[in-house]
C-alpha cells in the first residue's frame, strides 16, 4: 500500500488517477482548489471498499500551502511515497490574441504550480531515502503544438525539469516520472482561458480539437497507462499510441514537425474567415 498524493485530483486525469490507486489499495490526498469537488471525489472512493482518499483544498501556486500540505501528509503516515504534480490549466489561442495574463496564469500554475510540488516532495523523499514524483507535461511538452504557446512552453519546461531531476534523484533513491498525453476527454478542454481575456479558442474547445483527434482518449485509460508506466519506473510516459507515433516523427523529422504544425494553423485561420 503507498501512501499518495494528486493535485488537482477533482476532475479529470486526476481523478482518474487517484481512483485507480484507491482501486488497487493506496491512501490517496485528493487535492484541488475546488475543495467541493476534492471532498466528492474522496467520500466516492471510500465507497470501493479497497484503498482510502481523504481530500484537501490546495492552490498549488502558493508554495507554502503545497509545503504544508506535503509534510502533513509525510507526518501523519510516517512516509510519503507517490506524489502527482498533475494540477493545471488549458491556455488557447493565436500568439497575437494572447496576453501577459495568459502567460503568467500559465507559467504560474502549469510551471509554478509543478515546481512548488517538486520542492517540496523531493526534500521529503531525500529524507526518507525513497519516493516517486509523477509529473504532468502533455505531448505539447514534446512536439510543437501551437494555438497556445504558453500552455506548450510550460509544458516543455516541466518535461526537461523531470529529466534533468530524474538524473540527479536516481542515485538518492528518488524516482521521477513525467506524464506526456496527448488529447484526453476532460474538463480541462471545455474550459479554456478560465477567468482570462477571451481569445477564438476561448471556452468550449473540444469540437475544435477533435477534428484534429476525432477519438478522444478516456482519462481512465491513461490512469491506467500512467500507473503501469510509474510501476516500471518509466522516464516518459506517453500515451495513447499516436502520441507516441507524433513524438517519434518529432525526433526523427523536425522541420516536417512544424510543418505539420503550420498546417493545423492554416486550418484554424481559414476556418475563421
Not at 57 to 83: C, F, N, P, Q, W
Not at 226 to 241: C, E, F, M, T
Request: proline share 4%; aromatic share 4%; hydrophobic share 45%.
Amino acid at each position: 500500500m503507498s501512501i499518495a498524493i494528486v493535485t488537482g485530483g477533482a476532475s479529470g486525469i486526476g481523478r482518474a488517477i487517484a481512483t485507480s490507486l484507491v482501486r488497487r489499495g493506496d491512501t490517496v490526498v485528493v487535492a484541488d482548489i475546488n475543495a467541493d469537488g476534492a471532498r466528492q471525489v474522496a467520500d466516492r472512493l471510500n465507497t470501493l471498499g479497497q484503498g482510502k482518499a481523504t481530500a484537501a483544498a490546495l492552490d498549488v501556486t502558493d508554495a507554502a500551502a503545497v509545503d504544508a500540505l506535503y509534510r502533513s501528509v509525510k507526518d501523519e503516515h510516517g512516509r510519503l511515497d507517490l506524489v502527482f504534480n498533475n494540477a493545471g490549466i488549458a491556455i488557447g489561442g493565436l500568439a497575437e490574441e494572447l496576453s501577459l495574463d495568459h502567460w503568467n496564469r500559465a507559467i504560474d500554475i502549469n510551471l509554478k504550480g509543478v515546481v512548488h510540488g517538486v520542492d517540496s516532495a523531493y526534500r521529503i523523499m531525500l529524507e526518507q531515502g525513497f519516493g516517486h514524483i509523477v509529473n504532468t507535461a502533455s505531448l505539447a511538452g514534446l512536439v510543437p503544438m501551437p494555438v497556445g504557446i504558453p500552455y506548450t512552453a510550460t509544458k516543455h519546461a516541466v518535461v526537461g525539469l523531470s529529466l534533468g531531476l530524474r538524473a540527479e534523484a536516481a542515485p538518492r533513491g528518488v524516482k521521477v516520472s513525467v506524464v506526456c498525453p496527448s488529447f484526453v476527454d476532460t474538463p480541462l478542454l471545455a474550459n479554456v482561458n478560465p477567468d482570462l481575456p477571451a481569445t477564438a479558442m476561448s471556452g468550449d474547445a473540444k469540437n475544435e480539437i477533435k477534428k484534429a483527434s476525432p477519438r478522444l482518449y478516456t482519462a481512465e485509460k491513461l490512469a491506467r497507462d500512467i500507473v503501469r508506466g510509474v510501476d516500471r519506473n518509466k522516464a516518459l510516459i506517453v500515451a495513447p499510441a499516436h502520441g507516441r507515433v507524433a513524438w517519434r516523427g518529432v525526433r526523427l523529422n523536425p522541420a516536417g514537425a512544424v510543418r505539420v504544425a503550420q498546417f493545423a494553423v492554416s486550418r484554424i485561420q481559414s476556418g475563421r474567415k
